[in-house]
């Protein structure tokens, strides 16, 4: 899925014709199907996030935090953040807590997801949403979202890997770089890569800072030295010629 496709990812979040229990979904959602994407990346608010898992498997796995940050004018914003561990249905695997360092007994008294995702919504609230591969994130959210109000979350989504894949062709237009094995996307590699600040990985806040900060490094080095519109970086995405 080429995440750079706000039209056809509104298409399949937009809500369906039933009705959300939740005002606040509803009034996102409206919002979301109003944005107007001739305007340059940094008129827009973005809300960059990152959530810790059980797995990976969207069907069995359950989240267990999420961070997010706020960017306005392609800067974060001090003070603007959401960060919550989540208590999962499911028992925490040994493997996971290797991963993230979340334990069983710092979740124990954690809040469900359920009670959650309303605080979550009023901080996405008619903004862009950014994450690394943020896909796997928004397929976590938008169930939970379906199973507790009804409709999925309607935000368009940017994908800072897609950037990155879209910056490094721009930068080395080679049709042979798509085979060079040492390139790497995973956020780390690319914060290293950038010299970006470093944050701790595979903790929620943490990783949404570092996205955040490759979120708009890229955005600045794909727009050059002349304003981009969000519906040229979309184009762009669209025509980019490798995909995962």
């Known amino acids: 899925m080429n995440l750079?496709?706000?039209?056809?990812?509104?298409?399949?979040?937009?809500?369906?014709?039933?009705?959300?229990?939740?005002?606040?979904?509803?009034?996102n959602n409206r919002l979301c199907r109003a944005l107007d994407q001739t305007r340059p990346l940094e008129d827009y608010v973005y809300t960059v996030l990152d959530t810790e898992l059980t797995g990976l498997s969207a069907r069995r796995e359950e989240i267990v935090s999420i961070g997010a940050v706020r960017v306005r004018g392609l800067a974060i914003v001090p003070g603007e953040s959401f960060s919550v561990l989540v208590r999962p249905s499911i028992p925490l695997p040994k493997t996971s807590t290797l991963i993230h360092r979340i334990t069983p007994e710092a979740?124990?008294?954690?809040?469900?997801?359920?009670?959650v995702l309303p605080e979550l919504i009023e901080f996405?609230?008619?903004?862009?949403?950014?994450?690394?591969?943020?896909?796997l994130d928004m397929s976590f959210l938008n169930r939970a979202c379906r199973k507790n109000h009804g409709q999925p979350l309607a935000n368009p989504c940017l994908d800072t890997m897609r950037m990155a894949m879209l910056w490094r062709e721009k930068r080395t237009p080679s049709?042979?770089?798509?085979?060079?094995?040492?390139?790497?996307?995973?956020?780390?590699?690319?914060?290293?890569?950038?010299?970006?600040?470093?944050?701790?990985?595979?903790?929620?806040?943490?990783?949404?800072?570092?996205?955040?900060?490759?979120?708009i490094y890229l955005a600045k080095k794909i727009a050059g030295n002349r304003p981009l519109t969000l519906r040229e970086l979309f184009r762009a995405g669209q025509s980019w010629r490798w995909y995962m």
Not at 4 to 27: I, M
Not at 107 to 115: D, K, M, T
Not at 187 to 197: C, I, R, S, V, Y
Not at 199 to 215: I, K, R, S
Request: charged fraction near 20%; include cysteine.
């Open 107 to 115: 979740i124990a008294q954690a809040p469900p997801l359920a009670e």
């Open 124 to 135: 996405c609230k008619g903004t862009l949403i950014v994450g690394h591969h943020v896909g």
């Open 175 to 215: 049709h042979y770089e798509q085979f060079n094995l040492s390139i790497s996307y995973v956020l780390t590699d690319l914060a290293h890569e950038f010299d970006l600040p470093r944050f701790t990985a595979h903790e929620a806040l943490g990783d949404a800072l570092q996205t955040a900060y490759l979120f």
């Open 4 to 27: 750079f496709d706000l039209k056809s990812l509104c298409a399949r979040l937009r809500p369906g014709p039933g009705k959300t229990n939740l005002p606040l979904l509803e009034e």
